[in-house]
Every structure is written in structure tokens, then in C-alpha cells.
């Protein structure tokens, strides 16, 4: 690993360089990346540094031992297994964070929650899961700009769409894409009986621009006027913008904006995002096919997690996680089932490693 740390530090002197480079310094947007990956580099070497001092300290120790005698010997050799198990703890922790990288990690993140199977109940439910990450986000410290919604009757939401915003976003919502289930007495049950529905929640990077490149020829652009829960009319002009990317099928409307300007912004922004998804996941598919996986995709075949009301239970299927604090995750204290979910992310990373360099 010391090999790995010296790589390390080339590059971290390499992208310190950059960080003074005035073509970097005017360029906003690359100066974020350049700058997210030296703080990522310093972190890197808060522990390769402190491995490779406990190395020498070892080699040292082992070279007086070898000399040593009497109770001399016995402290050399005391220090010995301490710098063997600081070596071993060090290595590990390096370990970590030198897997692989996300390439989506730092980006802004779009959530789209629909409800599903169950009615009624499924849109109260999309509404809650809405919340749940409203305050999630605010614990964490992160912007949120809605996007669209559309509520229904009862003040659910068919289907509700925000952009998250926070260097960590990506990384800490992306296992949420997939079926989520409730299990409850629903508001619509009038006997009491225990109701189980579905919502279903998407997660994705938000592209820019220069990386997905749409045409306009391949798009046909329809406006019709928004409406609201019933179908009530709630604009008298025809802002409401539908767009289809007649390549892939892919259709996305948008009509919360007064201004049918906004709403297509609104709209190509989230096309990009699902085409850059789709990219992504041909390159996944191409590049193992055993692990196409529920990551960063959405896919949406099965339920990831049960929300039983009556135990106050949280199940997150994934990881056979359960814990019975369901209040307090619907109140945004969701950081113990994201820290199950990555670092489950983590081990399946590492055993890949080995598993190929065994190989």
C-alpha cells in the first residue's frame, strides 16, 4: 500500500499545482472538481502518511530488537505489536478510501417520487416519503429546489419531483431508488383494516449540459395547460411543457412554472439526467455484467424497504436491516439505514478487489 501512497502524493501535488493554474481559477465549474479532489487527496494522505511514519517506526523497532536484550528487548517488542496493529487498523481505513470512486459522487441529485400500487394511500405515502427526505436534507444540510408536483385529492402526490444539492447528496440518497413499501391503516380504510401500497422513488445525477448533448430535431416539444388535483384548470395559459425524445421513447412534463419557458429548462434538465442514466448503465451492463445492481439506476422490479406503522418498523430488505424507529426516520434521521446501505456498497467493493486480484 505504501506504493499506492507515493501515487497519492504525485498526484496531490499535481492537483495543488492546478488549483493556482488561472485557466483552472477561471472556470468555476472546474474549479469545484478540481478542488472536491484535493480535498479528497488530503484526506488520502491524513492516513497514508501517518502508515507509511508507523512503517519505518516498525522497520526501526525490529532492527533494535534484533540487538536488544533484557527488559530492552521486551519494550521493542511491546512497541512491535503495537505498530503491527496501528499498521493493520491504518491499512484498512486506507483501504477504504481508495476504492473505487463513484462517478456521480458531488453531483446534484434529482429525486422523483411517484405513488403506486394502492391508490390513494400510495400518493399519502409518496407524500410522506417526500417529507421524509425534505428533512433529511435539512439535517444534512442541503438545498433543495422543487422541480414538479402533482398532488392528489387527498394532498398526496402522484408524482413529485425535487434537485437536491450538497457534495454528499449523490452519495447518501443514491440507494433510495427502488419500490418502497408501507404497511398501515390507511386514511381512506374505514374499518380499521391494515392496507399495504407501494411508491416508488427515482434517483439521479443531474448531467450537464456539455455531457449529454440533445438535439432539437429529436425532440417534439407539446404544451397543453397545467391542471391540479381533479383536474381543475390552474393557469389560463398553455405553460405546460411536455417533451418527448423520440430516439429513446422518454417523455417528461413539467408545468409548475407560470412560464412555459421555465417548465421545458425544467424538463430538458431532467431528460438529460435519464439519458445520462441510460449511458450509464449500458457502460455498467458492458462492464460487468453481474453487477448491474439497484445502484444509482432505479431499477424498480422489487420492494428495498418496508414501512410497517403498528411496530414502528423499518426494514430495509437489501441488507436485512430492521430497526424499530420508524417516527424517527420519517423525521429525517435516516443516516443509520444509509450507513448500513454503504457500507454493505463498501464490502461488496472490497471482496470485488480481491476476488480480481485473486483472479
Known amino acids: 500500500m505504501l506504493e499506492q ?4 502524493e504525485a498526484e496531490y501535488a499535481d492537483v495543488e499545482a492546478r488549483l493556482a493554474d488561472p485557466e483552472v481559477l477561471g472556470d468555476p465549474e472546474l474549479l469545484q472538481v478540481v478542488g472536491r479532489r484535493f480535498k479528497e487527496l488530503e484526506g488520502v494522505l491524513a492516513i497514508g502518511r501517518p502508515l507509511r511514519a508507523a512503517h519505518d517506526d516498525l522497520a526501526t523497532a525490529r532492527e533494535l530488537a534484533e ?8 519494550l521493542l517488542r511491546t512497541e512491535i505489536v503495537s505498530l503491527e496493529a496501528e499498521i493493520e ?16 459522487d458531488g453531483r446534484p441529485v434529482i429525486v422523483e417520487i411517484r405513488g403506486a400500487e394502492g391508490g390513494e394511500e400510495a400518493n399519502l405515502f ?9 428533512a433529511f436534507s435539512a439535517v444534512r444540510g442541503w438545498s433543495v429546489e422543487p422541480l ?8 398526496g402526490f402522484s408524482e413529485v419531483m425535487v434537485l437536491v444539492k450538497g457534495d454528499d447528496a449523490w452519495t447518501r440518497l443514491k440507494h433510495e431508488a427502488g419500490v418502497h413499501r408501507v404497511q398501515r391503516v390507511p386514511a381512506t380504510e374505514s374499518q380499521g383494516r391494515i392496507h399495504t401500497s407501494s411508491a416508488t422513488v427515482s434517483v439521479l445525477p443531474e448531467a450537464h449540459e456539455v455531457e449529454v448533448q440533445v438535439d432539437e430535431n429529436d425532440l417534439q416539444v407539446d404544451v397543453y395547460r397545467a391542471s391540479g388535483p381533479g383536474g381543475q384548470s390552474v393557469n389560463t395559459t398553455d405553460s405546460a411543457v411536455r417533451i418527448t425524445h423520440k430516439p429513446t421513447g422518454l417523455v417528461v412534463s413539467m408545468q409548475d412554472e407560470k412560464s412555459q419557458l421555465q417548465n421545458k429548462v425544467k424538463a430538458l434538465r431532467v431528460l438529460r439526467s435519464r439519458l445520462l442514466q441510460i449511458e450509464q ?7 460487468s455484467e453481474t453487477r448491474r445492481g439497484q445502484i444509482g439506476g432505479g431499477g424498480r422490479s422489487e420492494k428495498i424497504r418496508t414501512y410497517n406503522f403498528k411496530e414502528n418498523r423499518v426494514t430495509d430488505h437489501r441488507i436485512g436491516l430492521t430497526l424499530h424507529k420508524l417516527d424517527r426516520i420519517l423525521a429525517g434521521g435516516m443516516d443509520e439505514v444509509v450507513d ?20
Open 340 to 359: 448500513g446501505l454503504l457500507a454493505d456498497e463498501r464490502n461488496r467493493q472490497l471482496v470485488e478487489g480481491l476476488d480480481g486480484a485473486n483472479g
Open 281 to 287: 448503465e449500458r457502460q455498467q451492463a458492458e462492464a
Open 89 to 104: 487498523r491504518l491499512e484498512g481505513e486506507l483501504r477504504n478510501l481508495l476504492l473505487p470512486r463513484d462517478p456521480n
Open 148 to 155: 414538479e408536483a402533482r398532488e392528489s385529492d387527498m394532498g
Open 126 to 134: 409518496a407524500r410522506d416519503l417526500y417529507d421524509m427526505y425534505l
Open 5 to 8: 501512497v507515493e501515487a497519492v
Open 67 to 74: 540487538l536488544a536484550v533484557g527488559e530492552e528487548r521486551e
